[in-house]
């Protein structure tokens, strides 16, 4: 770490800040998009529900109307709802639970359409006998009201043949062979055709009370058919009118002496036979119906309570996802603020340490104090300005080492040309002759001395000038221009 350089240490750094921050967004992303996939198999759900309820309308158009069309809408109602609980369960729902769900859907989804197609066949078997009482209905109403229409004709014939009869004298009616031959000899004639008449007028109003009674059956028949065969009052009006209707039937028979009345009798009660025979297995149809229908609302609501806990349970999941994607947003974001500030403290410390290292020693070789040392084993950009400031200042210290001999060997120079200066005060007696030249010469050795000792001074200066000036930014590393300077003043010329 010590050796990488300081943009790779922030970049570094940095790179990590981001990549927690992503892993955060990451997180965050993750428990959405459960989030979204929870939501939209809940609305797959709702859209099951959806599909019960068209079932359920198609199943209810057709227990009223009795349509193909309702039933083709329930069966496409079906169909889609398998489909999307097959593609939920194989595609979508990943827990076990939710497939099990799923299957127990489909299974109830299976149950329904069997006893729903129950009901339908049930439904055609009712409408065949319906059509075979029709046909019974029909042939009690042709064959009775052909006998009522005869009879009441062969009233008419018995009336107008009395009105004549009536008007003809008692010798006539004697005289009359053809009607003689007709009447019994133990009645008067007048009597046996009352009594024809009475006879013929009470099988009209037999005709017209069978046809009453059977009109009130069909009542019942219609008011039973309305309550589905459970409405017991109406189940005893529609058998007791048959009953009496048949029973009048039975009793006309023997008394029909035309054979073609006779079969008509015959097929009259052929028809009532019919008409209770399907009666019964339409009450019988009722009761398989009844039954088939309470098989097919449990397997309807059996469909309905499993989409309905499974839509709970997405619910719940979508509660917990929600719950699960909070904490694990909080936590990323936690560590990443905590691992984000361990990251900033340590990369901060490392770089302001050296720094205050380097500013340290920077202050004591400004203040003067050469033999200050700076220890940093890094080899970052900070490593190597504490490089360059060590590389200053033992510069500096050979430039500060040359200086002062050269300060050394100015001195050096001073006590000689002092020496000189006694030694020849003292031979001054010797050489009177030439005192003003010697005079002259002090004077000018003097000046030079002062001279020397004002350089001395001023090396001394530059010498500080520079320690100053290597604290401010190493100007001093070129001190050997400075050194020549020096020495040019030294030799007083030499560099003119």
């Not at 009259?268 to 149809?285: H, K, N, T, V």
């Not at 003067?368 to 400031?389: C, F, P, R, W, Y």
């Not at 001279?451 to 100007?475: P, S, W």
């Amino acid at each position: 770490m010590k050796n990488l350089k300081l943009r790779v240490k922030l970049g570094v750094g940095f790179s990590l800040v981001l990549l927690l921050t992503l892993l955060v967004a990451l997180s965050g992303y993750g428990g959405l998009q459960a989030l979204a996939n929870r939501l939209d198999k809940t609305q797959d759900m709702a859209m099951l529900d959806e599909l019960v309820s068209q079932v359920m309308r198609a199943e209810m158009g057709f227990i009223i109307h009795r349509d193909a069309k309702s039933i083709a809408e329930n069966q496409q109602a079906l169909d889609a709802l398998r489909k999307l609980a097959q593609l939920d369960r194989d595609q979508k729902f990943n827990a076990s639970d939710d497939k099990a769900q799923m299957d127990e859907v489909l299974a109830a989804a299976d149950a329904y359409q069997g006893s729903f197609n129950q009901f339908v066949a049930l439904d055609k078997q009712f409408q065949t006998r319906m059509a075979r009482i029709r046909e019974a209905v029909k042939v009690v109403d042709q064959e009775v009201g052909s006998m009522q229409s005869d009879q009441a004709k062969t009233l008419l014939d018995q009336i107008a043949e009395l009105a004549q009869f009536l008007n003809v004298t008692s010798d006539q009616i004697r005289g009359d062979r053809q009607f003689k031959d007709k009447v019994p000899t133990d009645r008067p004639p007048l009597t046996f055709k009352l009594e024809r008449m009475d006879d013929r007028a009470g099988k009209v109003n037999l005709m017209s009370r069978i046809l009453l009674l059977f009109q009130d059956a069909r009542i019942g028949e219609n008011e039973l058919f309305l309550s589905q065969g459970r409405d017991e009052a109406s189940l005893r009006r529609n058998a007791e009118g048959v009953r009496a209707a048949r029973k009048i039937v039975q009793d006309l028979m023997p008394s029909f002496k035309n054979p073609t009345n006779q079969e008509r009798g015959k097929r009259i009660m052929a028809s009532f036979d019919l008409y209770e025979q399907e009666m019964r297995e339409i009450m019988a149809i009722f009761k398989q119906q009844e039954q088939t229908e309470q098989l097919m609302v449990a397997n309807r609501r059996d469909a309905e309570n499993k989409i309905a806990a499974t839509v709970e349970g997405q619910k719940r999941k979508a509660a917990l996802q929600i719950d699960d994607s909070g904490r694990v947003i909080v936590a990323a974001s936690v560590g990443a603020l905590l691992l984000g500030w361990m990251i900033a403290l340590f990369l901060s410390n490392f770089i302001v340490n050296a720094l205050v290292k380097g500013v340290a020693f920077a202050e004591r070789i400004a203040m003067g104090d050469l033999s200050a040392t700076l220890v940093m084993e890094q080899k970052d950009e900070i490593g190597q300005l504490a490089h360059a400031l060590k590389g200053m200042v033992g510069k500096l210290r050979e430039v500060i080492g040359e200086i002062t001999s050269a300060a050394e060997q100015v001195a050096a120079g001073s006590n000689e040309i002092s020496n000189v200066s006694q030694e020849l005060s003292r031979g001054a007696t010797g050489q009177a002759a030439s005192i003003e030249q010697t005079s002259a010469a002090m004077e000018e050795m003097t000046s030079s001395i002062i001279q020397n000792t004002d350089n001395a001074n001023t090396t001394r200066t530059i010498a500080q000038q520079a320690a100053r000036d290597a604290a401010k930014g190493g100007e001093a590393v070129e001190a050997p221009d400075s050194r020549q300077m020096l020495l040019c003043l030294w030799e007083e010329g030499a560099c003119r």
